[in-house]
């Protein structure tokens, strides 16, 4: 009877979602994993870390990894610096590209394709041979108007509102292929009622793109916070934000790392240091995590209260 049962139950399993849920959960480990170590590795006290026998769980767990990492980190300063600069920074890279993805989808001009290329170009050319001819743009608008650029937020500011900015291309072509799906009977209807272009695309095409904002906004603000190969070359130190000063922790702590030239006690002490970075790592992470929790919300309610499917 019992064989019976598992028989039919056995019938009643849709191997197909079955499959598609054990690969999920395969895929999920892996981006799990690090974050799991990381938090697991921060709570540990100095004992549990030096112990072999210690893996994943703590022993006896303790703050002292996360306080050294605060304090190393210098933290009341450098998140308030990194919300405040990726914030910025984000907000503008997301009006200028809903206004440049705007006019690509809706409006025709001479060379359109030819600035529409020119949009792609940015984004497949490397970051290192764009920097180049950027910073001695910095460096001849500082000796023409006589205003520091260099070591300022001013030169990512003027490549965010210029369409320069980190990943701006990927930006623009989501609002791009947006709009493209929003009717133009509406730009009709809002002319007939004696709109302009500049008043369709704030009362109309914005208000209908509240889901798109906040993911192009997301998009930005995580890349803005986790670049650093552009920052230090502007900022060069002079604004302490939270992501270059991770690469504190290497100053701090490489000369433990080589006392006693590969004894017992120099391994045990990488293993310390290796906490402490872990622990900087995790709560450079956080406030992005945080982030994302309260735009999530409010990207789906905007999803459900937009609802363009196109013509």
């Given amino acids: 009877m019992k064989i019976k049962i598992i028989l039919q139950r056995i019938k009643t399993i849709n191997f ?83 206004m440049t993805g705007y006019a690509f989808a809706r409006f025709k001009f001479k060379f359109k394709n030819f600035w529409f290329v020119m949009v792609i170009l940015t984004f497949i050319l490397p970051t290192p041979i764009m920097l180049i001819p950027r910073t001695m743009m910095a460096v001849s608008m500082r000796e023409i108007l006589g205003v520091q650029m260099i070591g300022t937020i001013f030169p990512q500011m003027m490549m965010s509102i210029t369409g320069q900015g980190i990943y701006s291309a990927i930006l623009i072509l989501i609002f791009f292929h947006f709009f493209k799906l929003i009717p133009r009977a509406l730009d009709e209807a809002a002319a007939i009622d004696g709109a302009s272009p500049v008043q369709t695309f704030y009362h109309v095409i914005l208000k209908l793109s509240l889901s798109t904002i906040l993911v192009v906004f997301l998009f930005s603000f995580v890349w803005n916070w986790n670049e650093t190969y552009i920052t230090n070359t502007f900022i060069r130190g002079q604004i302490q934000l939270l992501p270059p000063r991770l690469a504190i922790f290497d100053s701090i702590f490489e000369q433990y790392a080589s006392v006693g030239g590969g004894s017992s006690m ?46």
């Fill in 16 to 98: 197909r979602n079955l499959i598609i849920y054990i690969a999920l959960i395969l895929i999920s480990y892996q981006f799990l994993y690090p974050l799991l170590r990381m938090l697991m590795t921060s709570l540990m006290s100095q004992e549990d870390i030096i112990n072999p026998t210690v893996n994943w769980l703590p022993k006896s767990g303790s703050f002292g990894n996360l306080r050294t990492a605060v304090r190393v980190l210098e933290l009341q300063t450098t998140l308030v610096n990194s919300i405040l600069f990726s914030g910025l920074l984000a907000v503008c890279q997301t009006l200028v590209s809903a």
């Fill in 266 to 311: 120099n391994q045990e002490q990488q293993r310390i240091n290796e906490a402490y970075k872990m622990s900087g790592t995790l709560i450079s992470i956080v406030p992005l995590f945080i982030l994302y929790l309260i735009v999530q919300r409010k990207l789906i309610k905007g999803i459900e209260s937009a609802g363009i499917t196109g013509e």
